[in-house]
């Protein structure tokens, strides 16, 4: 009796600790989602569309290996969480003294509200930019400030760590792509991806990591890329592209080159460009160019993958190690170039961060860019007229733009202003007749994220992709509206399969989302002597 | 988590509803997955399509390309959609285990 009883106790104490609360506060329910009509217009909600989401909660990862490996803790919310978050945080404002700075600068004028898609999504508005960052904001205030640590709450309006708060972080600063969309409004220039990217390695290192985003940087860090293929599956993929190309052009010596030493140029790209569709068609694409341009390239197994879904979170560790392996693939391979496929946050790594992480790259060659991005790459040889191209390849379509966030509000392209919004579409003019942008205000600096950039493409976020890609479909649908647009082209791997999602979802064929390399492969025209 | 039973053989199905070990699978077993998964009929074209998954995964450890498995069978190169809509059903059908939260976005 008296041990049935201290059972008793004791369960109803495991049922009560800070980790069982936490737990069944973030529990993952499948919630259903609606999408909305397409009229071609951006309305600005004046109340929550919905209320559940409060509710969206992506899964957590559990894998007690795999959270060793990575280097947080195992068994969930630690139990002294209340310090190590606030060590976390110290670390990180002064580590990345612009968080710091962006907690202080804030004046609250509201530029920023209404232009994050997903306020726009869900008319929640704690998904406003700025009350997702004030979920920061007042945790600084509290702890971080004199008059804080002085006077508490009151004086400074700021809040105590509570299980509360952690709810309603590891909700929003997961409902936040990190796009900086409302940081191109913003009259200080703060850049939101940067506190969400800070908020999510401080719900890491107190035991809440979320379950897609940290699978996949275990797997590029392990495997070398986001699938987590072996490098026999990698081969294997890349060998079946190839025949698969061969077969298609009835040309024997196109080739997806795999580790072959001495090639001028490695190129690397999401190991999506040879598993997911559409994404493989810019790799037919890909490998008609090198073809005929002649020059010889090689894919690495051990740099498989070009993403680097390190970025998302304020740990630039996971992100040099990721990294890594591209530069290490280029020393080993003897190349003498490095150039990008179509993949959105790759190509801001690349061209933004690698140089002061693995840089100088004084061994490759320095007549031409480091790193290239492949529209770069193609526009080149488009310009001296080295590709033969016949538009009429892609008559049936009028075609318009996705920039994609990464890549517009990324440093640049091509070493040229604004060539990351000009390039690529110069590009689809060489191989398209008709193009078409979407609304002025839906491109550009200004494009809308597709709903499930830097950590949210997971199934569980369904709900929150359908409402954060309603800015995208509505912008296409006004572009459908006014041009009769029925393509759009995207140099990003995650946008191409969201989108390829979404379209369908909101009653459009998945056959109208594509890569801008997807038009070049239909265009080109192999075997052609001219120009080369 | 869930277990079932076939003939005596005992075997688990995860939340996400994929079998937890890779043996015991056989013909019969994979009749019985389809049914819970809402496939009516586990046809010869359907059951090709799953051997061919289940081969590629004992050999690469990895989720195929759907157009390899195809190839294999020397199909249209949208077989496995045109069959199963989602490839995760033959996936689980074929009793393999998860394939990671990137392969489930992508496929």
Redesign the interface.
């Given at each position: 009796m008296a041990d049935k009883e201290a059972q008793t106790v004791t369960a109803g104490a495991a049922a009560t600790t800070d980790n069982d609360k936490i737990q069944a506060m973030l529990k993952y329910d499948k919630i259903d989602y609606q999408t909305v009509e397409l009229t071609g217009e951006i309305i600005l909600p004046t109340e929550p569309v919905d209320k559940c989401f409060a509710h969206i909660k992506p899964q957590l990862l559990t894998d007690k290996k795999l959270l060793a490996n990575l280097g947080y803790p195992t068994d969930g919310l630690v139990d002294n969480w209340k310090e190590v978050f606030l060590r976390k945080m110290d670390e990180m404002l002064k580590k990345y003294k612009s968080v710091r700075v962006f907690m202080d600068i804030c004046v609250k004028c509201g530029a920023c509200a209404d232009k994050c898609p997903y306020y726009i999504g869900t008319g929640d508005a704690n998904n406003m930019p700025m009350a997702r960052q004030e979920l920061m904001r007042k945790v600084y205030r509290r702890y971080f400030t004199v008059p804080g640590q002085l006077f508490g709450n009151w004086m400074v309006k700021g809040e105590e760590l509570s299980l509360e708060l952690l709810n309603m972080w590891y909700t929003y600063f997961y409902q936040c792509s990190e796009c900086r969309r409302c940081s191109v409004f913003c009259p200080y220039g703060i850049d939101t991806a940067e506190v969400t990217m800070a908020a999510r390695e401080i719900l890491n290192s107190v035991g809440l990591v979320q379950k897609y985003l940290h699978q996949i940087i275990n797997n590029a860090q392990t495997m070398g890329n986001n699938l987590g293929m072996q490098k026999n599956a990698v081969i294997n993929a890349l060998e079946f592209v190839e025949s698969d190309l061969q077969e298609e052009t009835g040309i024997d010596n196109i080739r997806i080159p795999i580790d072959e030493e001495g090639a001028e140029i490695l190129f690397v790209t999401p190991s999506a460009d040879f598993f997911a569709s559409p994404h493989i068609e810019s790799l037919y694409g890909y490998a008609k160019v090198f073809h005929q341009a002649g020059i010889s390239w090689t894919m690495s197994t051990y740099a498989s993958e070009g993403g680097n879904f390190g970025l998302f979170i304020h740990n630039y560790e996971h992100m040099k190690k990721i990294n890594k392996r591209i530069w290490q693939a280029a020393k080993d391979l003897k190349v003498k170039r490095v150039v990008g496929g179509e993949c959105g946050h790759m190509w801001r790594i690349l061209s933004s961060y690698s140089n002061t992480m693995w840089g100088p790259f004084d061994w490759l060659d320095q007549r031409y860019p480091i790193p290239e991005h492949i529209c770069e790459f193609t526009l080149n040889l488009l310009k001296r007229g080295a590709l033969k191209i016949d538009k009429s390849a892609n008559d049936e379509f009028i075609v318009t733009m996705h920039d994609s966030c990464q890549i517009a509000r990324g440093m640049e392209m091509g070493g040229t202003e604004y060539g990351q919004f000009e390039i690529p579409r110069a590009v689809i003019r060489y191989v398209c007749d008709k193009f078409q942008d979407m609304p002025e205000d839906t491109i550009r600096e200004r494009t809308f994220c597709c709903g499930a950039g830097q950590g949210l493409l997971g199934d569980d976020m369904l709900p929150t992709r359908v409402k954060g890609a309603i800015p995208r479909m509505q912008a296409y649908t006004a572009a459908k509206q006014a041009h009769g647009v029925n393509f759009i082209a995207l140099i990003c791997a995650i946008c191409k399969a969201q989108l390829s999602k979404m379209f369908p979802t909101y009653g459009y064929p998945m056959e109208e989302v594509g890569g801008i390399h997807q038009l070049v492969g239909r265009a080109i025209v192999l075997g052609a002597k001219e120009g080369v | 988590m869930e277990t079932m039973e076939y003939s005596k053989q005992k075997f688990e199905i995860d939340d996400g509803g994929f079998l937890r070990n890779l043996f015991p699978w056989n013909e019969h077993i994979a009749c019985v997955l389809a049914e819970k998964l809402g496939v009516e009929e586990l046809t010869e074209g359907k059951m090709d399509i799953i051997k061919v998954m289940r081969q590629y995964y004992l050999?690469?450890?990895?989720?195929?390309?759907?157009?390899?498995v195809c190839?294999n069978l020397d199909r249209s190169k949208n077989c496995v959609k045109e069959e199963f809509v989602d490839p995760l059903i033959a996936w689980k059908i074929a009793g393999l285990p998860n394939?990671?939260?990137?392969?489930?976005?992508?496929?």
């Open positions: - | 050999e690469f450890k990895s989720f195929p390309i759907l157009g390899v190839k394939p990671g939260e990137e392969v489930i976005a992508y496929v």
